[in-house]
């Protein structure tokens, strides 16, 4: 199996930065789409962003969109989400997913591998 392990999230104050990564290990990484996803407290899984396998197309949340970038280095087997200009509204955990493929979605049920998150706490 793939495994997926997404590390970077901490407390920050509003308008700070954060670097997310999601590290995989197990199968070959470029043959993955990945897609970061996050969830706050009673709300549903929420999508942010994804990436194709070979890092060649991206596709952010509306929401998201001017302050969050997705990238990735196939060669470390990691993906990136870079947060800026967080707000108390990006407060959430932070799931990172892949499905095989060249292709990304921005749908949850497309992803068949999950991390087990990374907290961002953004403060006022």
């Known amino acids: 199996q793939l495994q997926l392990v997404e590390s970077g999230g901490g407390l920050v104050q509003a308008g700070g930065s954060l670097r997310l990564s999601c590290a995989a290990s197990g199968r070959t990484f470029s043959s993955y789409s990945v897609g970061w996803f996050r969830q706050a407290p009673g709300k549903g899984r929420e999508f942010v962003a994804a990436?194709?396998?070979?890092?060649?197309?991206?596709l952010v949340a509306n929401s998201v969109k001017g302050r969050f970038t997705i990238s990735r280095d196939n060669a470390k087997n990691t993906v990136y989400l870079q947060v800026n200009s967080l707000n108390s509204e990006d407060t959430a955990l932070y799931y990172c997913?892949?499905?095989?493929?060249?292709?990304?979605?921005?749908?949850?049920?497309?992803?068949?591998?999950w991390g087990q998150g990374t907290q961002v706490t953004v403060s006022s």
């Open positions: 997913a892949a499905r095989y493929g060249s292709n990304w979605s921005a749908s949850r049920i497309e992803y068949r591998f």
């Open positions: 990436i194709s396998a070979s890092g060649g197309s991206i």
